[in-house]
Structure formats: C-alpha cells, structure tokens
C-alpha cells in the first residue's frame, strides 16, 4: 500500500521463450517458377519487469517490459512493451485494454542460404478475463 491507501506492486521476471517463424514465397513469371522460404524454430533466455497500480476498486494500470534473445539461437535481440488497464466491472470478470509494441530481429544461416526475420509490431488491445473462483 501507498500513501493513498492504494496497492501497487512490481516484479521482476525470468525464463524462456519458445519462437517458430515459418516464410513461404511463391514466385512465378516467366523466367521463374519457384518457392522460397523455411521455418525456423528456436528457444531465447528473457528478462522482464512489470508494474501495476491500483488506480480505485475497480481500475488497475499495468506496465510492463521485456527484452529476449542476447544471441541465442540466431535472435539478436527481441523486446517489448506494454501499457494498459484492467476495469474489474464484477468479482470474477475484467475487461483489458491497451498499447503493445513487439520488435525482434532474428537471423541464421541455413544450409540453403540465410533466414533473416526483422519487424515492429505495435497497437492498441482489449480483452476479456474470468476468473474461475
């Protein structure tokens, strides 16, 4: 508790991710007719940290980041972060919402040349959460 009387809380966290990235590209045309790509499956060590506030009864604001991969298994680096809140609107049942952003940047060297995956993510979100008591 705060000063105000209101909970807050904070976290630190560790583990492991499981990723799978499958690209598939057909070019066709002319002078060509063929299919690219590959799957590629690894597991990458991850950090986090996370926060939530009691904003009243029924509002709670949660932050949290984390950051994955270091070099593991080809993933250079992936990170993210999110902002939201959790209106409980009854005992057992909130509603979620808010931003995500999600950047990976993961590349490897395969026997038929090299699988590359890099890209941001971001925007808002909602969802529904039951707890069964």
Same mark, same amino acid.
């Not at 560790?14 to 066709?28: A, C, E, K, L, P």
């Given at each position: 508790m705060n000063?105000?009387?209101?909970?807050?809380?904070?976290?630190?966290? &560790? !583990?492991?991710r499981y990723n799978s990235i499958t690209q598939d590209i057909d070019?066709?045309?002319?002078?060509? +007719? %063929?299919?690219? &790509? !590959?799957?590629?499956?690894?597991?990458?060590?991850?950090?986090?940290?996370?926060?939530?506030?009691?904003? +009243? %009864?029924?509002?709670?604001?949660?932050?949290?980041?984390d950051a994955g991969g270091f070099g593991a298994g080809g993933n250079e680096l992936s990170w993210s972060t999110t902002l939201g809140f959790d209106w409980s609107f009854s005992?057992?049942?909130?509603?979620?919402?808010?931003?995500r952003y999600y950047s990976i940047d993961f590349e490897d060297d395969a026997s038929d040349g090299t699988f590359g995956y890099a890209f941001e993510q971001h925007g808002p979100f909602i969802g529904l959460t039951y707890a069964f008591n």
């Amino acid at each position: 508790m705060n000063a105000n009387g209101k909970a807050y809380s904070f976290d630190v966290q &560790g !583990g492991v991710r499981y990723n799978s990235i499958t690209q598939d590209i057909d070019v066709s045309g002319p002078a060509r +007719d %063929e299919s690219l &790509g !590959g799957t590629e499956d690894w597991w990458e060590p991850v950090i986090a940290a996370r926060g939530t506030w009691e904003i +009243d %009864e029924d509002w709670t604001f949660a932050a949290m980041v984390d950051a994955g991969g270091f070099g593991a298994g080809g993933n250079e680096l992936s990170w993210s972060t999110t902002l939201g809140f959790d209106w409980s609107f009854s005992d057992s049942t909130s509603m979620v919402f808010g931003y995500r952003y999600y950047s990976i940047d993961f590349e490897d060297d395969a026997s038929d040349g090299t699988f590359g995956y890099a890209f941001e993510q971001h925007g808002p979100f909602i969802g529904l959460t039951y707890a069964f008591n």
